[in-house]
């Protein structure tokens, strides 16, 4: 599996743009990047996904490097409930559909 | 998005005692269910997976007598903590995915926090 690799934690003002970073060098052609956040104490929240090219949707936005061995993910305009801990993680390839999560980032919105 | 339910959210037992969870997908069916296991202040920990019909496939170092997985059927799966010791005291997580396909997103329970006294 291609390890990531997270900030341990970020702050954020509210309002603002948040943009958490995430390296992913070893990624295979075929592993596509995820994204969950968690809030304290409640299961992950399924944010977004991409192959290579950028991916928006509601929540978020998502750019990969041309290269794919980085990626970061856009909270256009972050608010107090955006306050958790987000999670970079590669898909395994194989035909299995575990999540591997690693450490994540915390992120931290304040007024 | 689709849903997927734990119950009980949070519970309370003696040693020695058994506890059983509940991984629920209300709106979809789920061949493989995942369950996790997550300490305070610490990352999701995946414990096994479980397969409808078949015996879950547990990760290393997690003993499989004493967290007793059923997948009865497409939408349940349970865990069961047997034997419970104040260190199994922990956030228990389930999750479930759509399809098999490569790109489809998981879903997650709301987890379960289970105290052992």
């Known amino acids: 599996d291609a390890k990531t690799t997270q900030p341990p934690s970020m702050d954020c003002a509210e309002g603002r743009a948040a943009n958490l970073p995430c390296n992913h060098s070893?990624?295979?052609?075929?592993?596509?990047v995820y994204w969950y956040r968690q809030i304290h104490s409640q299961g992950p929240q399924y944010i977004i996904h991409?192959?290579?090219n950028n991916e928006t949707n509601e929540m978020a936005s998502l750019i990969i490097t041309e290269d794919r061995k980085s990626s970061t993910l856009i909270l256009p305009h972050a608010t107090l409930r955006d306050t958790a801990v987000y999670y970079c993680?590669?898909?395994?390839?194989?035909?299995?559909?575990?999540?591997?999560f690693g450490t994540g980032t915390r992120l931290q919105v304040f007024p | 998005g689709a849903v997927v339910s734990q119950h009980p959210s949070r519970v309370i037992c003696k040693s020695g005692t058994s506890v059983k969870i509940e991984c629920r997908s209300l709106?979809?069916?789920?061949?493989?269910m995942f369950w996790y296991r997550q300490f305070p202040k610490q990352s999701l920990m995946l414990m096994a997976t479980?397969?409808?019909?078949?015996?879950?496939?547990?990760e290393q170092g997690v003993e499989k007598d004493k967290f007793l997985i059923n997948h009865a059927s497409l939408t349940l799966s349970t865990l069961t903590v047997t034997s419970a010791h104040p260190e199994d005291s922990s956030f228990y997580i389930c999750?479930?995915?759509?399809?098999?396909?490569?790109?489809?997103?998981?879903?997650f329970g709301q987890g379960t926090r289970l105290t052992v006294v």
């Open positions: 999750s479930a995915r759509l399809t098999r396909a490569m790109n489809t997103e998981a879903f």
């Open positions: 070893t990624i295979s052609g075929n592993e596509y």
């Open positions: 991409g192959l290579k």
């Open positions: 993680i590669v898909r395994v390839p194989r035909n299995t559909d575990k999540l591997i």
């Open positions: 709106d979809f069916q789920a061949t493989t």
């Open positions: 479980s397969n409808e019909g078949s015996k879950a496939t547990y």
